[in-house]
């Protein structure tokens, strides 16, 4: 595609439940990430694939958090048993190749609002 | 999470002055160094990165200054416009992740 998409754009969801956040990067971009942006805590590093591997996943906040990449394109951000806190923009982002030489398309993002 | 230290938190400038921005980091062995941009409703994009053997790197209005000794690097944002009205952030990188500053709210007032 012509630019990295996700969705929803928005999603609002009650305390408790299981989201699903989609992310479909720029094709051919084997490296794709998720980041976390709260209000005034800028953007936080959740999750990196390269391919389908996650060889970073320092960044996920909990075991409540998982994400996983199939055919080395698609990638799904799984938050269960959400929490208030868990409200906040999720952005993905990919590039060209293993290496941050080059430089991160973000989509515009999930924002995410847990009652 | 470690993050690179931005500041300010906001900014305001006239049109046509100039906006500076600040970033401190402590991780010596990364080395690339973006400015990313960010309108409301969008994800960030980047705007000019720099690597650490050179000291700055101009690209038309915007001017990145590196201090390797002082672990420390600025945006410039020569003859400001209300269109450069973004929030912008820092960011420090290896091989493999981005490590973002908490980002700038930059308002210029026409």
């Known amino acids: 595609g012509a630019g990295v998409s996700q969705s929803p754009s928005n999603k609002v969801t009650e305390k408790g439940k299981d989201v699903e956040l989609r992310c479909d990067p720029i094709?051919?971009?084997?490296?794709l990430y998720w980041y976390r942006q709260s209000l005034g805590q800028g953007l936080e590093f959740l999750i990196y694939?390269?391919?389908?591997?996650?060889?970073?996943k320092s960044g996920l906040p909990s075991d409540r958090f998982s994400a996983e990449r199939t055919g080395g394109s698609v990638s799904t951000l799984t938050i269960q048993r959400t929490q208030q806190e868990d409200s906040a923009v999720y952005l993905c982002?990919?590039?060209?190749?293993?290496?941050?030489?080059?430089?991160?398309?973000f989509g515009s993002g999930t924002q995410l609002s847990v009652l | 999470q470690q993050q690179v230290k931005q500041s300010p938190q906001s900014l305001i400038v006239q049109k046509g002055g100039i906006s500076i921005i600040n970033c401190a980091y402590e991780?010596?062995?990364?080395?690339?160094f973006p400015w990313y941009q960010q309108f409301p409703g969008k994800g960030p994009a980047l705007l000019i990165a720099?690597?650490?053997?050179?000291s700055e790197k101009k690209e038309g209005r915007f001017t990145i200054s590196f201090n390797k000794s002082a672990k420390q690097f600025s945006l410039h944002i020569m003859d400001s416009q209300p269109g450069d009205s973004a929030t912008y952030f820092c960011?420090?990188?290896?091989?493999?992740?981005?490590?973002f500053g908490k980002g700038t709210k930059l308002t210029v007032n026409p």
């Open positions: 094709s051919g971009h084997t490296a």
């Open positions: 991780n010596t062995a990364f080395d690339y």
């Open positions: 720099i690597r650490p053997d050179v």
């Open positions: 694939f390269q391919g389908n591997s996650a060889p970073d």
């Open positions: 982002a990919s590039t060209r190749g293993g290496s941050l030489k080059g430089k991160l398309f």
């Open positions: 960011a420090e990188g290896g091989s493999e992740k981005l490590v």
